[in-house]
Each structure stands twice: as C-alpha cells, then as structure tokens.
C-alpha cells in the first residue's frame, strides 16, 4: 500500500448560517481555498497526524472508514489548508473530507462517497456541536447550492464568481456559537420564531435577485440576514467594524459568515472595484478574494 492524496474546498455560507441548523434552507458556495491531506500505513498501530497529534477530526474521520471495512492499520496523516481555521470557512469539515477521501483511496483504491460523507460527519463532530452538515456536504460536492438538513444539497447558480472575505482576526469555536444560539432560542421562542419568518421572505428575494443577477439587492439582502444574526447574538464588535470597512470601500453589502463571534466577514463587490477595495480594507483586516463554486473533493497527486 503507498501514500495516497486528496484535497477538499473551504466554503462560505451567503445566507442562512445557524437558521440552517433549525431546517432552513441556507445558500453555501465552495471557494477555491482548499485542504490537502496525505495518508501512509506506518508500522505503528495508531493513527495520527504527523506531529503526533490524534485530536484531530482528520484523525477521526480515518479512524471511522478503518473501523467500518474492519481493518487493522496504523495511519500517518499529513496535512497542508490555505484555509484559515476557526474562521466559518469550513476549514475543520474541508479536513475531515479530505483525510476520509484519501483514506478510501488508500484502502478501497476509489473516493466511496457515501462512507467519507459519513466519516467526515464523525470528523466535524469532535469541534462541533449538532453540526447541520453543511460544511461537510459542501466540502464533498463542492459547487453551489442550496442546503437543508431534510434533503441535503442542492445545486444553484447564484451568479457571483468573488467575493471579498474579511478575516477579522478574532478565532471562535462553531460548538460555543451554536450552543449560545440554542440558549438565545430556548429563552425567546416567539421571537426565534419571527426571525426565521423574516429569513424565508430573505431568502425567497435573493433566490429572485440570483436570476437577475441583481447585485445591489443581493447587498441589501446580505445586510438584511446581517441584522437577524445580530438579533440571536452572533455578532460582535470586529464583525461590525468589518462590515462597516467594506461598506466604505464601496461593497453592495456584507455579513458574517459561518458561526459568528469573531471569523470571517463576506462582502459583495463589483468585480472591478476588487482591487481598490482590497488595497483599502487590508490596512486593517486580512483579506481573501476567493472564486467561488469551486470543484468539491479530488484526488491529489502525492
Ligand atoms: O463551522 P462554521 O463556523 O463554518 O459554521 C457552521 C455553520 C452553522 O450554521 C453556524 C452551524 C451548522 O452546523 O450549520
């Protein structure tokens, strides 16, 4: 048996990140920053990463897949992301993808996709809490779609190729944002309940606004599910001075995406406007331009 690679994409959610985790539909595109993780059988018994870590979802989620085809074998696992962790863009799901898909190949010769969804599930567990499986369906099919916890993903064209990704510098944890959203919903039920009421009408313009590629109402819509996640207490401070940054630097609008309480900001930008609004915005912030609806899971060469 060799070393067999696989890569998976980071994500970001455009709309609807925590309603998703309630049965909404949230919209999620795959973008082209991406994790690469290399497997080899080793003599010793354990699986682990190359530092020696095993708390790891990587760790995991190849854990699953031996256990399941009942096999016996030690693992090395290398890992390479440009995906900035602890920062909602999937990076720990984008991971537990890859470690699962290149340890199908290495044991079934073939990405089984059904036993690496399951593994990288098993995977996104352990820095999670009641994960939706958005992140890790994302990081499988890639492209963009439209996601549920019902029916999983299905694919759309939401007509943005880049966005611009603010990075607030603020690391979170996905299990405490989720948590504290839960504490939010138990203690105000009818109030949860108008929000999400609030994000259907959302999310019905901006499937409209897609068609017609109306980027200025896609903008205000971004605002719009901005200001319900600050309602649920998602947001914080470095969010909101983000925002405000990319407002400034001419962005149709913005919101957090993924978890909240720090991570990353997306802001929608005329193409041509990009790069001035880059030059700005990193005298503050780290900032990625990210294409998005890129190519799910692959094998890599190793
Ligand atoms: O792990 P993150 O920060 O990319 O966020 C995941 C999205 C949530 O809706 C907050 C949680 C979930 O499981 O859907």
Same mark, same amino acid.
């Given at each position: 048996?060799?070393?067999?690679?696989? =890569? =998976? /994409? @980071?994500?970001?959610?455009?709309? @609807?990140?925590?309603?998703?985790?309630? @049965?909404? /539909?949230?919209?999620?595109?795959?973008?082209?920053?991406?994790?690469?993780?290399?497997?080899?059988?080793?003599?010793?018994?354990?699986?682990?990463?190359?530092?020696?870590?095993?708390?790891? /979802?990587?760790?995991?989620?190849?854990?699953?897949?031996?256990? &399941?085809?009942?096999?016996?074998? *030690?693992?090395?696992?290398?890992?390479?992301? $440009?995906?900035?962790? =602890?920062?909602?863009?999937?990076? =720990?799901?984008?991971?537990?993808?890859?470690?699962?898909?290149?340890?199908?190949?290495?044991?079934?010769?073939?990405?089984?996709?059904?036993? %690496?969804?399951? +593994?990288?599930?098993? #995977?996104?567990?352990?820095?999670?809490?009641?994960?939706?499986?958005?992140?890790?369906?994302?990081?499988?099919?890639?492209?963009? *779609?439209?996601? $549920?916890?019902? !029916?999983?993903?299905? /694919?759309?064209?939401?007509?943005?190729?880049?966005?611009?990704?603010?990075? $607030? *510098?603020?690391?979170?944890?996905? #299990?405490?944002?989720?948590?504290? %959203?839960?504490?939010?919903? !138990? !203690?105000?039920?009818?109030?949860?309940? &108008?929000?999400?009421?609030?994000?259907?009408?959302?999310?019905?313009?901006?499937?409209?606004?897609?068609?017609?590629?109306?980027?200025?109402?896609?903008?205000?819509?971004?605002?719009?599910?901005?200001?319900?996640?600050?309602?649920?207490?998602?947001?914080?401070?470095?969010?909101?001075?983000?925002?405000?940054?990319?407002?400034?630097?001419?962005?149709?609008?913005?919101?957090?995406?993924?978890?909240?309480?720090?991570?990353?900001? %997306?802001?929608?930008?005329?193409?041509?406007?990009?790069?001035? +609004?880059?030059?700005?915005?990193? !005298?503050?912030?780290? %900032?990625? $331009?990210?294409?998005?609806?890129?190519?799910?899971?692959?094998?890599?060469?190793?």
């Amino acid at each position: 048996m060799k070393v067999r690679s696989a =890569s =998976s /994409p @980071g994500k970001i959610i455009l709309f @609807g990140e925590h309603f998703v985790v309630y @049965g909404k /539909p949230a919209i999620v595109s795959a973008i082209d920053l991406r994790a690469k993780v290399k497997i080899q059988p080793t003599s010793e018994p354990q699986v682990k990463l190359s530092n020696g870590s095993t708390h790891n /979802p990587a760790v995991k989620a190849a854990e699953y897949i031996l256990q &399941e085809l009942k096999i016996n074998l *030690g693992l090395i696992i290398d890992i390479e992301s $440009t995906i900035p962790p =602890s920062a909602g863009l999937g990076s =720990s799901a984008s991971i537990s993808v890859a470690s699962a898909a290149a340890t199908s190949l290495l044991l079934l010769d073939r990405i089984d996709l059904d036993l %690496v969804r399951e +593994a990288a599930f098993v #995977g996104e567990k352990l820095v999670h809490f009641n994960p939706s499986g958005i992140d890790t369906s994302i990081a499988l099919y890639g492209g963009s *779609g439209l996601y $549920t916890r019902a !029916e999983s993903l299905k /694919p759309i064209n939401i007509s943005i190729d880049r966005l611009l990704v603010i990075d $607030t *510098g603020k690391t979170r944890k996905t #299990g405490e944002m989720v948590k504290k %959203v839960r504490e939010f919903y !138990e !203690e105000n039920k009818e109030k949860f309940k &108008e929000i999400l009421e609030e994000y259907d009408e959302i999310l019905n313009s901006v499937l409209d606004s897609f068609k017609n590629r109306n980027l200025e109402d896609i903008g205000k819509l971004m605002l719009r599910n901005q200001e319900l996640l600050r309602e649920i207490g998602v947001s914080c401070e470095e969010i909101e001075k983000a925002i405000k940054t990319a407002l400034d630097a001419g962005a149709y609008g913005a919101k957090l995406t993924g978890a909240g309480g720090g991570g990353c900001v %997306v802001a929608l930008i005329d193409e041509d406007r990009l790069e001035k +609004a880059v030059s700005m915005i990193s !005298e503050k912030f780290k %900032v990625y $331009t990210p294409r998005l609806s890129a190519e799910g899971v692959r094998e890599e060469k190793t």
